[in-house]
Nanobody, 124 residues
Framework: QVQLVESGGGSVQPGGSLTLSCVAS????????LGWFRQASDKAREFVAA????????HYAYAVKGRFTISKDNSKNLVFLQMNSLKPEESAVYYC?????????????????WGQGTLVTVSS
């Protein structure tokens, strides 16, 4: 099964930037969708961005469009999330996830495999 490991979280001031990475191992990702979700304390897990491993098509939550960029490196099985102009309310644990069937880009229930998460704190 697919294993995902995130890295790159940390603390940043409001308006700052961070880049998260997710490395995938295991079976070929084929035409999977790789997504980023986040979950703040006492809140539901929410979709952030996703990318199709085969086509490179991307999807973004409205709240992050224009500030976040998802990208991939197929040769290294890596997915990145470049986050700019970060806001305090975006402090959360960020998770990388894989949906092998690309059956529901925006819905966390469609994703079968999850990383352990990486904490992002946006605070002055």
């Amino acid at each position: 099964q697919v294993q995902l490991v995130e890295s790159g979280g940390g603390s940043v001031q409001p308006g700052g930037s961070l880049t998260l990475s997710c490395v995938a191992s295991g079976p070929s990702l084929g035409s999977s969708t790789l997504g980023w979700f986040r979950q703040a304390s006492d809140k539901a897990r929410e979709f952030v961005a996703a990318i199709n491993w085969s086509t490179g098509n991307t999807h973004y939550a409205y709240a992050v469009k224009g500030r976040f960029t998802i990208s991939k490196d197929n040769s290294k099985n890596l997915v990145f999330l470049q986050m700019n102009s970060l806001k305090p309310e975006e402090s959360a644990v960020y998770y990388c996830a894989a949906d092998p069937d690309s059956s529901g880009v925006y819905y966390y229930t469609a994703y079968d495999y999850w990383g352990q998460g990486t904490l992002v704190t946006v605070s002055s």
